[in-house]
């Protein structure tokens, strides 16, 4: 039978995610290029399930890249807050596509998993990036008011990184 070309695509990164997602534990405690490729891979194959997010994580790593000359950064807060854009959106993963590709309002208790993404995303991440991305992920839909997720942060309570998170 045909399968359409888009379903081919999501079946083909729901796997390289799940290969990536069993190869993580083998890998050693802390912060390498190698863990970093790795999370920045599977981010990429986990948007890739999706055909509006594809390329999403790439495209915040750009973005961010940009916003962190714009600002002057140093050159590793620079990287970590590429990395941090690139895998703030990880947790997803744990979410339902039904939830995600629901149009409307969402009930109570699935907004509430949805709003759950960022702190599954840093402990997702956590064994192997800097703490600064590990702090600025769980912290990207916080907003200075306070009036965002997951903890209602406001201000300079919400890591420096984590502010400049789009």
Known sequence: ???PPRWL??????LRAQDLLAELPSLPPGASPRATALLAELASALAATDPYQRGRPERRARLSAELARELNLPDGQARRLQLAARLQDIG???VPSEILDQAGRLEEAEGN???RHPAIA???????VEP?????VPTHHEH???GGYPRGLSGA??????ALLV
Request: hydrophobic content about 45%; proline content about 8%.
């Open 1 to 3: 039978g045909y399968l």
């Open 9 to 14: 695509q999501r079946r083909e990164a729901l």
């Open 92 to 94: 997803l993963a744990e």
């Open 113 to 115: 998993l949805v709003r």
């Open 122 to 128: 840093a402990g997702l991440i956590g064994p192997w």
């Open 132 to 136: 600064e991305v590990t702090e600025a």
């Open 144 to 146: 200075l008011d306070g």
């Open 157 to 162: 309570a919400i890591p420096p990184l984590g």
